[in-house]
């Protein structure tokens, strides 16, 4: 018998949930392993922004299940303690006229048939709630009241608490360095000069996902990109948690921005970002054109923030798919062997679900939509997942 039912390679947000709905649902020997502390890598670089609309269905059914358990964090995990840091503010997206205003009206009723609470409301509704910033009365507005955001290290370390109360073993400071593999199975993991067996490996390796290919020989589509963040603050007109998270399809870099540290406004673009020919966590300079171009972006949204002052800027780093949507389901030439990679930004807010719907498909169970939706095999097969609002934006 295997030392471990399964063995989950990857301590960030994913890979703890990963490894606590295994436990929930009956697997009392599992192995979650990090090559650092859990949560300090990409995780850590999250915006945090949790949301249901996306125009692709799937994404919708599975951000809905995650905000079911992020709405109710404490009673989910069966922990009075657990706390999500949700502030739920709701979440704003504006469209230009024209091929985005209707797939923006195409995402806002698919939400509305999954019994969401989504509509469209005019410039003036939505000056009410986010009263600085301007809106034309030629753009089409979504508003979304059951969004917000939460905290990236309340989330992981709450999973990741309950799972070790489950029975799950975490060992962090673990770096896996291959997969034992034989007659075209994995069945455990090597970690050194360490051999650990399973019955099956779980790779969750975001941004490292590459070395699964490495020891498989079996390559895998994956792009890996570094994003630029920055909070901007005035005093003049402070961006308060009662604001509403808001998405700008008619910037060019397709802009979001939420409320950070009460007053300070968090912004990024949601378009592709620099590529990287290795994944390299270390926080890099987000430099002074880039600063710029964005601000000019945001001014033209935010009068009051032309003479906003930059407070704080970092990058994170996204695991990019070739249709912005993960991989997830076993891997196709190797039995026991595990995907969940490729969350392109968007691992934050799926978390929860992933989590069990991974796990369900481990055991054999049904989930929220079919596995065989974010196969590798989507990529050969032509079944691409793509977004309505472009690369790099929301799917």
């Known amino acids: 018998m295997a030392n471990y039912q399964s063995i989950v390679i990857g301590g960030g947000v994913i890979g703890v949930a990963i490894a606590y709905h295994l436990a929930r649902l009956g697997q009392r020997r599992v192995l979650l392993l990090d090559r650092g502390r859990l949560g300090e890598g990409t995780t850590a670089q999250s915006s945090c922004i949790l949301r249901t609309h996306y125009t692709v269905p799937e994404n919708v059914l599975l951000a809905q299940a995650a905000w079911r358990v992020y709405e109710d964090f404490a009673a989910y995990l069966d922990d009075r303690d657990a706390d999500c840091g949700l502030v739920r503010c709701g979440y704003l997206i504006a469209a230009p006229a024209g091929e985005k205003s209707a797939a923006l009206a195409e995402a806002l009723a698919a939400q509305r048939r999954f019994g969401i609470h989504a509509e469209a409301i005019d410039a003036g509704a939505a000056r009410r709630l986010l009263p600085i910033a301007t809106f034309g009365d030629d753009e089409l507005i979504g508003y979304e009241p059951d969004a917000g955001f939460a905290d990236a290290y309340l989330v992981t370390s709450a999973f990741?608490?309950?799972?070790?109360?489950?029975?799950?073993?975490?060992?962090?400071?673990?770096?896996?360095?291959?997969?034992?593999?034989?007659?075209?199975?994995?069945?455990?993991?090597?970690?050194?000069?360490?051999?650990?067996?399973?019955?099956?490996?779980?790779?969750?390796?975001?941004?490292w996902s590459g070395e699964l290919a490495r020891w498989t020989g079996v390559a895998l589509p994956l792009a890996i990109e570094r994003h630029s963040v920055m909070s901007l603050e005035t005093k003049s007109a402070p961006y308060t948690r009662a604001m509403p998270v808001f998405k700008d399809l008619g910037t060019p870099g397709l802009l979001y921005c939420r409320s950070y540290g009460g007053a300070q406004m968090l912004v990024s673009e949601g378009t592709p970002g620099q590529a990287l020919a290795s994944p390299d966590t270390e926080q890099a300079d987000?430099?002074?054109?880039?600063?710029?171009?964005?601000?000019?972006?945001?001014?033209?949204?935010?009068?009051?923030?032309?003479?906003?002052?930059?407070?704080?800027?970092?990058?994170?780093?996204?695991?990019?798919?070739?249709?912005?949507?993960?991989?997830?389901?076993?891997?196709?030439?190797?039995?026991?062997?595990?995907?969940?990679?490729g969350f392109s930004g968007h691992g934050f807010k799926l978390a929860p679900a992933v989590g069990l719907l991974l796990a369900q498909a481990v055991l054999g169970q049904p989930g929220v939509v079919p596995i065989d939706t974010y196969s590798l095999a989507r990529f050969a097969q032509g079944r691409l997942l793509a977004g309505r609002y472009g690369a790099g934006a929301v799917s």
Request: proline letters at 6%.
């Open 286 to 341: 987000v430099p002074l054109d880039k600063v710029v171009e964005v601000g000019e972006q945001v001014a033209g949204r935010f009068p009051a923030y032309a003479e906003a002052g930059l407070a704080s800027s970092w990058t994170g780093l996204y695991d990019v798919t070739p249709d912005w949507n993960p991989v997830l389901g076993p891997h196709p030439e190797i039995d026991g062997l595990w995907l969940a990679y």
């Open 160 to 207: 990741a608490r309950s799972a070790r109360r489950l029975g799950v073993t975490v060992r962090e400071n673990t770096a896996v360095t291959g997969l034992r593999l034989g007659g075209g199975r994995a069945s455990g993991v090597v970690c050194g000069n360490e051999t650990i067996d399973a019955d099956r490996v779980i790779c969750v390796q975001n941004v």
